[in-house]
């Protein structure tokens, strides 16, 4: 989205189909605002189908408070105006309430931002606003006042959630951040205790590697060129599957010998092009993109495995909750999960930290997948497909074992079925 030449009730109308799209808000529920450069707020309206909103139904609130479009302005109105008024650096607020955060709410917690760095990077710490009737001045005021204290993120007590940012593609992407960090927590307390991160490690994650150095590609091979599109297909499906979210997921594949491509750091993960993608080639990367943070992490794997072609780091949440807890999930228990992952190794973050070259040493054909806890998994495969395949049984398999967890335990097959499956399927030891 390149929201400077958007108009504001297109965004709004771009973001409201994305969060109903993924059932983060109901047909009634959930309102959204920019404040344009002339001091009008564009607000979504209240009482229409969330799920057929178009750029027409998008209600213009000016500085004296007349309004012009076809509905009323949101009855959540007040607390926008109010957030507004106190923090000038705000441009934008989106309100929701998505199952998730809502049980928060109810149980008057917030989630722990520091069970992923990244979530704390993102949202910075989450305040919560007391109970006061939806759509009054006192619930404005309420608001406003936990804004005016710093926060971006907020949970209204026994309703929902308001994100603020510079625009509304940042609030969104705070909202996204906050209710996946929520529904992890919710399935890892029903697994085991979450592990906090302690705040030395949360620095570390957020220390930057410094950018590779520049170089203008010669061309781009056909080979190069189709593996861009076929990374954008899966890019785009791992995100529409939540497999991975708004700015989070790194794909990267090996175009030949030291030269891949990896995803750009940054970017909206919905709305990448095969252009975007940023070719790395002998430790430099491709003039006038930004590579993902991770880029000289995959270079290092690429150089010493020759059997990888294709890695994904991503963050899928029932994987997470495996993550957070340090519990291993268990893929002796159905012939595909073991057949596709054989067993996960697990490292905590700040081994990964400290040590990056540590995950390089687990892979291998026999262990492509290793779990860095309390941050990603990574997956490696000879191809993206292999990869995006092995990602998604990840997934399904930490979800059908949290579901087992809760129906009475797992019954894992045998060391005998094991060396059956390695047998029959010619599974590399
Ligand atoms: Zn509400």
């Known amino acids: 989205m390149k929201l400077a030449l958007m108009h504001p009730r297109d965004i709004i109308a771009s973001i409201m189909k994305r969060l109903y799209g993924y059932g983060m808000t109901t047909t009634s529920g959930g309102n959204l ?97 007391p109970y006061e009737v939806p759509g009054s001045q006192k619930l404005g005021d309420a608001v406003s006042k936990v804004f005016a204290e710093g926060a971006n993120c907020i949970l209204l007590e026994n309703h929902g959630t308001v994100t603020a940012g510079a625009n509304l593609l940042e609030a969104f992407i705070r909202f996204e951040t906050l209710d996946y960090l929520a529904r992890i927590q919710i399935k890892a307390e029903a697994l085991g205790i979450p592990r906090p991160l302690e705040e030395s490690t949360i620095r570390k994650s957020c220390v930057r590697n410094p950018e590779l150095p520049e170089f203008i590609p010669a061309g781009h091979s056909p080979r190069e060129c189709e593996l861009r599109s076929e990374m954008v297909k899966f890019i785009n499906r791992s995100y529409s599957q939540m497999l991975a979210y708004s700015t989070g997921g790194t794909f990267s594949t090996r175009v030949s010998g030291n030269s891949f491509l990896i995803t750009p750091t940054g970017f909206d993960r919905l709305n990448v092009l095969p252009g975007d993608l940023v070719l790395v080639q002998d430790g430099y990367r491709e ?64 081994e990964h930290y400290d ?25 490696a495969a000879s191809s993206m497909l292999q990869a995006f395949d092995r990602l998604e049984v990840a997934e399904f398999t930490a979800t059908s074992l949290l579901s087992a967890t809760r129906l009475g335990g797992l019954h894992p097959i045998t060391e005998e079925q094991v060396s059956e499956l390695i047998e029959a399927f010619k599974l590399p030891v």
């Not at 990244?118 to 305040?127: P, V």
């Not at 995959?298 to 519990?327: Q, S």
């Not at 999960?337 to 054989?342: A, D, G, N, T």
Request: proline share 9%; glycine share 6%; net charge negative.
């Open 287 to 350: 003039m006038g993109k930004r590579n993902s943070r991770a880029a000289g992490f995959c270079r290092d794997i690429y150089a010493k495995h020759d059997w990888i072609e294709a890695l994904i780091i991503a963050k899928p949440p029932n994987i997470m909750a495996f993550g957070v807890t340090g519990i291993a999930p268990d893929t002796r228990t159905i012939p595909e999960s073991y057949i596709m992952l054989r067993d996960i190794p697990a490292i905590s973050c700040v």
């Open 355 to 379: 040590n990056p070259g540590a995950v390089s040493e687990l892979l291998s054909p026999s262990s492509p997948v290793v779990l860095v806890q309390n941050d990603c998994l990574i997956v």
């Open 33 to 129: 605002s920019i404040m344009d450069s002339d001091g009008n707020i564009w607000i979504s309206p209240g009482g229409v189908d969330k799920g057929t909103l178009t750029a027409q139904d998008i209600i213009k609130v000016k500085p004296d408070g007349s309004t012009e479009g076809i509905h009323n302005p949101s009855s959540e109105f007040p607390f926008h105006r109010s957030i507004y008024e106190l923090r000038p650096d705000v441009k934008a607020i989106l309100h929701a309430h998505p199952s998730a955060l809502v049980a928060f709410s109810i149980a008057s917690r917030v989630p722990n931002i520091d069970l992923l760095p990244m979530a704390h990077e993102i949202c910075g710490d989450i305040g919560f606003a």
